[in-house]
């Protein structure tokens, strides 16, 4: 299982978390097509632009609770104050892509920055 986990400001647009992903996908030298799910933290479920983003590429966007985000965020590679301050999390993208991804489950770098969007790209540990 291959996920992208996606943090953002308030209000984006569905073109900025796409173009983001793609960016992500890009710097590992994937296709969209590898993905299994988008990931977001709960604090992001009413963003319309991540659900946007999800139906556009035919993908299950899944909601991450904040015990997960916690769970994992030892595992990540960045670090926001902000997002730790919001969140609980260093990182909301890369955390809810761990956490989703599930046991054992690694990310491929640290999340890449596209504006006001966020994308980190996990795997699942059971991937080649």
Not at 28 to 57: N, Q, W
Not at 60 to 89: F, N, Y
């Amino acid at each position: 299982m291959m996920v992208a986990g996606i943090g953002s400001r308030k209000g984006v647009g569905v073109e900025d978390v796409l173009a983001a992903i793609e960016t992500a996908l890009e710097a590992h030298g994937l296709a969209m097509t590898a993905l299994s799910a988008l990931a977001t933290a709960a604090l992001k479920k009413d963003e319309a632009a991540i659900a946007a983003a999800g139906r556009a590429l035919n993908l299950p966007v899944i909601i991450v609770d904040d015990a997960a985000l916690r769970g994992v965020s030892e595992e990540t590679l960045s670090h926001s104050d902000l997002s730790q301050e919001v969140a609980g999390t260093p990182s909301v993208s890369e955390a809810s892509a761990l956490a989703v991804a599930g046991a054992g489950a690694k990310l491929l770098g640290p999340r890449i920055m596209l504006g006001p969007v966020t994308c980190a790209i996990a795997i699942s540990g059971d991937a080649p």
